[in-house]
T-cell receptor, first 115, second 113 residues
Framework: DTGVSQNPRHKITKRGQNVTFRCDPI?????LYWYRQTLGQGPEFLTY????????KSRLLSDRFSAERPKGSFSTLEIQRTEQGDSAMYLC?????????????FGSGTRLTVV | AQSVSQHNHHVILSEAASLELGCNYS??????LFWYVQYPGQHLQLLLKYFSGDPLVKGIKGFEAEFIKSKFSFNLRKPSVQWSDTAEYFCAAPLGSARQLTFGSGTQLTVLP
């Protein structure tokens, strides 16, 4: 297992289009997180899953955003009707539950550009 | 409000200089603190973490951080930086309602050869 994998690495889309990103976490990690990072800012939490259950969603996650993690394995993040303000790096991370679980392993991210 | 803050947005040093990057936290209860690094074009990597015990934590690549409870600080240090340390550094803490990590705004470190 080589870590957290995210696809695609880059996505350019026209405003109003839908996009979907995929994250494959480390196989034994049962927690999966989505973050968004814009230039000059730290990663901002969007949502997280424990196994297949989505347990927390940030206020940043508007109705246009939806995330799934079927069967507790990979996860997808979909943005509908994209807006220019959605342009950012979308990061996925995974961790093990428990006291040592906060050592997240991050993927390389998907950079979204909305034109 | 609970927060993690980094006040140095951009630090420029020459090779062999000593480094100290500030991180302050504002929250109660059990304190867990982290430093992550993001090298150009790479993913975020964990440098070190503090859970309990010895307040001086040693991480990878010669970095260390000291947890000072009285100052609400967890500053990152390295005695002698190298050009390869050029990166963005983030302090983080589990502040979310589900104790998910909340990150500071980051410090861009540029080391001049």
């Amino acid at each position: 297992d080589t870590g957290v994998s995210q696809n695609p690495r880059h996505k350019i889309t026209k405003r109003g289009q839908n996009v979907t990103f995929r994250c494959d976490p480390i196989s034994e990690h049962n927690r999966l997180y989505w973050y968004r990072q814009t230039l000059g800012q730290g990663p901002e939490f969007l949502t997280y899953f424990q196994n297949e259950a989505q347990l927390e969603k940030s206020r940043l996650l508007s109705d246009r955003f939806s995330a799934e993690r079927p069967k507790g394995s990979f996860s997808t993040l979909e943005i509908q009707r994209t807006e220019q303000g959605d342009s950012a790096m979308y990061l996925c991370a995974s961790s093990l539950e428990g006291a040592g679980s906060y050592g997240y392993t991050f993927g390389s991210g998907t950079r979204l550009t909305v034109v | 409000a609970q927060s993690v803050s980094q006040h140095n947005h951009h630090v420029i040093l020459s090779e062999a200089a000593s480094l100290e990057l500030g991180c302050n936290y504002s929250y109660g209860g059990t304190v867990n603190l982290f430093w992550y690094v993001q090298y150009p074009g790479q993913h975020l990597q964990l440098l070190l973490k503090y859970f309990s015990g010895d307040p001086l934590v040693k991480g990878i690549k010669g970095f260390e951080a000291e947890f000072i409870k009285s100052k609400f600080s967890f500053n990152l240090r390295k005695p002698s930086v190298q050009w390869s340390d050029t990166a963005e550094y983030f302090c983080a803490a589990p502040l979310g309602s589900a104790r998910q990590l909340t990150f500071g705004s980051g410090t861009q470190l540029t080391v001049l050869p």
